[in-house]
């Protein structure tokens, strides 16, 4: 069982990033997912999530962003736009008990 993110890079502010969270094991739609953030010296805080039925829901400045997931690639996509350096920080994927590593996202000019 295994969650993977990507996609994380370094952008200027008012850009755009999408990132992927890949599972191998399990298949996603089954499990409510979600996106963390954890910015520099700070705890993890839910960015946004989805429910196995497809429902969203969006944390704090989050509603610049849109979760999204392609069950044939059994992926979880969180599109971010009008990113802020406030932004910046490492995103994980989370479902049950599962973790991914986290994607680095940078956002400064």
Not at 14 to 43: D, E, I, N, V
Not at 54 to 83: C, E, H, P, W
Request: aromatic share 12%; with cysteine; net charge neutral.
């Amino acid at each position: 069982v295994q969650l993977v993110e990507s996609g994380g890079d370094l952008v200027q502010p008012g850009g755009s990033l999408r990132l992927s969270c890949a599972a191998s094991g399990f298949t996603l739609s089954s499990y409510h997912m979600y996106w963390y953030r954890q910015a520099p010296g700070k705890g993890r805080e839910l960015v946004a999530s989805m429910t196995p039925a497809g429902g969203t829901a969006y944390y704090g400045d989050s509603g610049r962003f849109t979760i999204s997931r392609d069950n044939a690639k059994n992926t979880v996509y969180l599109q971010m736009n009008s990113l802020k350096p406030e932004d910046t920080g490492t995103y994980y994927c989370n479902a049950n008990v599962y973790w991914g590593q986290g994607t680095q996202v940078t956002v400064s000019s």
